[in-house]
């Protein structure tokens, strides 16, 4: 499993969706198991990696599964039972 968090430089909104996945993760005890990245598209190549998967905004979270994509969420941080659901935890 795997989160991929699509974000820009000073962003607020990206750095509180980063840290409430994170705070959630920890409390689950599932940090380790969960692979996280963040791919900030400042740059060309996370905006090219952004175009290829339709990201259109920011903060965007992706969870995946191998190659399949289990959940999404644009423009804000998942709830809590949304997050746990697509983690199955």
């Known amino acids: 499993m795997e989160m991929v968090f699509f ?3 000073n ?3 990206c ?3 980063k ?3 994170s705070f959630f993760l920890d409390k689950w005890g599932v940090a380790d198991s969960i692979a996280t990245s963040a791919i900030n598209v400042d740059t060309e ?3 090219v990696e952004a175009a290829m998967l339709g990201v ?3 903060p965007t979270i992706i969870v995946r599964d191998g190659d399949d994509e289990v959940a ?3 423009r804000k ?3 809590s039972d949304e997050l746990k659901a697509a983690l199955g935890v």
Do not use: F, I, Y
């Open 15 to 17: 750095n509180n969706a």
């Open 72 to 74: 999404r969420w644009g």
């Open 11 to 13: 962003c607020e909104a």
């Open 77 to 79: 941080a998942p709830q």
């Open 56 to 58: 259109a905004d920011v």
């Open 7 to 9: 974000v820009k430089e």
């Open 45 to 47: 190549d996370g905006l």
């Open 19 to 21: 840290d409430k996945v």
